[in-house]
């Protein structure tokens, strides 16, 4: 029997460090609750993987939160959202345990604020699922959709260079794609950090839409509407998990969430699942594997 | 018993289309050879990924070109070379069946070309390993070595970028950090790609050097040493294996390969092997979990 007076931890999980900017977001508007993110970073980027395996990665990643004490897991990442939400809710959510994507949320803003063409930017794997354009038409027919996968930003973010001349010509590289769009929504959790490059190259009657504020509303409302999913006395805590080496997701980490991040805990693959590691730099030079103990 | 006539292509094997970049040198020097050549793009880039894992994934390559019938296989990997080769050449090789790298070969030739001082670009898990710099210290102590992380210089490449300007700000921007030397090696199978926009960024006194040449000229060495591993009656032919979007990969390939590449066959990851599957382009929309077979 679970403590029923133990914390229920919200979990967040992205293929990487991006989905801070989510969380970001969503600890502005619950600033009391517990949260506990996994960013899985040693397997980052989730993109250039076979569907299959992507939809492994997801599950593990949405086990370990629920094994750690979550109820509740918002999938931050668009692209395990876009490709992989509905196999995870069918496969891993029941009675007590549910998970959220960010698609459906960013569709819904989007069609309230568009005049008619909506504009999207995300990974190519994103894009290619064509799951956001799939969502906006559900909504209304009528509005059209152009999705431009844009898979230079993230890593361009990755490197820190979001504020750079680089950045620029990339934005204008892409958006020279979506011209005529009056809403633009970004499609990935590394954009954010762009939204300063984004706002100079933009056209200024161009709406730009980061869906993790609307998402934050979205799941506040979802919170009081369904009790016990959250709480039962949150402290306002965060936990931050890395599949990956924890000393540069650390680095990291404050660009995206906005302030220092906790001590990183580190996570790690083995026999297919992910396992508490104290391992959590990689060692110089030829590497042999370990004997399994 | 295997057939003594039957035809032994050299196996070839890199985490995606970049090797083709190596492949092109190869064929160059041995024209009458037939290559197999492996992209694990379904797994690309490894760069992120935990090292046990990228150890899996490269012992997953290097048996699947031995069970096509290689005898030899040159990992053309910089990455996969400096943190696994030895790591595969203590479980993989034996007496019929050898394991080479490009590290070893590319310390060898730029310590032959330097004055003193080589600098090295390559993706943050080469650089990290700092096996480049260990190769070149036991040919020559005296020698100093700067190796630079270059991680968006792949991706740029793999956008199609390699001529423009993003991609000469971001040489000038990695460059910048290896003031001083006078070799410079190309070490990611990308990079010689972007050998225009170097030259330009690059002081006329510094020498350029992409190691695949070199390697070949090793490998026609090694093979005149090592009779069996290749023929007996090669016809110069090509097979191309990608564990990704072919169609992508296709459209990829020439420009690395110089020529257009033979239809491009697909292998999937099942249950922790590559195998051969039909199915070599993506799904759209939300995808579920076919029952295993």
Chains 1, 2 share one sequence.
């Not at 970073?41 to 250039?48: K, V």
């Not at 161009?206 to 509303?217: E, G, K, M, R």
Request: with cysteine; aromatic share 6%; hydrophobic share 40%.
């Amino acid at each position: 029997m679970p403590n029923p007076d133990a914390n229920v931890p919200l979990g967040v999980f992205d293929s990487g460090v991006g989905g801070l900017s989510v969380l970001r977001e969503l600890r502005k508007r619950l600033p009391h609750e517990d949260f506990l993110y996994l960013g899985d970073s040693g397997r980052a980027p989730y993109g250039g993987r076979d569907l299959a395996t992507v939809l492994d990665f997801a599950e593990q990643c949405v086990d370990l939160l629920f094994a750690e004490g979550c109820r509740l897991v918002i999938v931050a990442c668009h692209t395990v959202s876009s490709v992989a939400l509905r196999h995870l809710q069918q496969t891993r959510a029941g009675e007590g345990r549910r998970i959220l994507g960010v698609t459906i949320p960013a569709a819904e803003q989007a069609v309230t604020l568009t005049k008619g063409h909506i504009g999207f930017l995300g990974t190519r794997r994103t894009v290619a699922s064509h799951t956001f354009g799939t969502e906006v038409a559900k909504l209304d027919a009528k509005v059209r959709v152009t999705e431009v996968a844009a898979p230079l930003l993230a890593p361009i973010v990755e490197e820190g260079w979001e504020e750079g001349e680089i950045a620029k010509l990339a934005v204008e590289q892409y958006l020279a794609e979506l011209k005529g769009v009056d809403t633009l929504v970004l499609g990935c959790t590394h954009y954010p950090l762009l939204r300063g490059v984004i706002e100079q190259v933009l056209p200024p009657e161009v709406q730009l839409l980061d869906p993790a504020p609307y998402v934050s509303d979205r799941l506040v409302d979802w919170l009081g509407r369904h009790p016990g999913f959250a709480g039962p006395q949150p402290e306002g805590r965060l936990r931050v998990l890395s599949s990956g080496d924890t000393s540069r997701f650390s680095r990291n980490a404050a660009r995206f969430l906005g302030t220092e991040p906790p001590p990183v805990e580190h996570v790690a693959e083995l026999g297919g699942r992910l396992v508490f590691s104290p391992e959590g730099s990689e060692p110089v030079g030829q590497f042999m594997r370990q004997p399994e103990r």
